[in-house]
């Protein structure tokens, strides 16, 4: 399910809330890969076997992976869902987070939310109280 489907479907609130669990559990992932890769350099200082080493390369590669990806997919999220959480206010009656959906860019049709396409993440609201429409 895509970012517009999601909120849709569990409104902005709750679409936000969960933003930040998700991309909490993205930043426990990247640490836990830093925790890896330097788990992997104490190991390789031991220099006790070859297998030893090429255990300990092979734990460093994958703690990097991980910390990496972890940490693009915890930025992303957070990119994302501050901006729209920075622009959830109605201009025109300050409600806040009370808006459907109206329409919204390709990037936020994808999943994950492809952020390098900047032009196409936005998304056009309807305010549910006072009915103005804005682009966020
Ligand atoms: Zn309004």
Redesign the pocket.
Known sequence: MDTVARMRKLGFRKWYERQLIESHLYLVTCFLGIIMAATAIELSGRRESVAGLILAAALGLAGCVLSLFGWQRYKRIMVVAEHIGDHAT??????YA??TVVDAGQALRQEPVDIENASEVWLKVH??????EWTI
């Open positions: 109605c201009v025109q009656c300050n409600a009370r808006f305010c549910r109280k006072c009915g103005n």
